[in-house]
Nanobody, 125 residues
């Protein structure tokens, strides 16, 4: 089973920067997409950024130009560099990975959704 462990959250002033990391460990066959989601108090979880196994990226409009997602496939790790942080970026940030398993059902390879435990990012004004 794959586990995701996030690190790098904390308290920062508006305009500052933080870098989140998420390392996948366990019995990993392969990982497809990796990404970051966030959930602010009283709001639904939303996509922040995603990166495919081929390094294609996609960002929420609210973070474009400020956040950068990257990954190190050799380390099964995904990063989120967050610059020019705003108070509205305050949330719990969750790492997500799409695990490709060795299980095949009716000729279809089974993918599993994996989530980290979350790391809190607080941006003060």
């Amino acid at each position: 089973q794959v586990q995701l462990v996030e690190s790098g959250g904390g308290l920062v002033q508006a305009g500052g920067s933080l870098r989140l990391s998420c390392a996948a460990s366990g019995s990993i066959f392969s990982i497809n997409d990796m990404g970051w989601y966030r959930q602010a108090p009283g709001k639904q979880r939303e996509l922040v950024a995603i990166i495919t196994s081929g390094d294609s990226t996609n960002y929420a409009d609210s973070v474009k130009g400020r956040f950068t997602i990257s990954r190190d496939n050799a380390k099964n790790t995904v990063y989120l560099q967050m610059n020019s942080l705003k108070p509205e970026d305050t949330a719990v940030y969750y790492c997500h990975a799409e695990e490709i398993t060795t299980v095949v059902v009716a000729t279809t390879q089974v993918y599993l959704e994996r989530w980290g435990q979350g790391t809190l990012v607080t941006v003060s004004s």
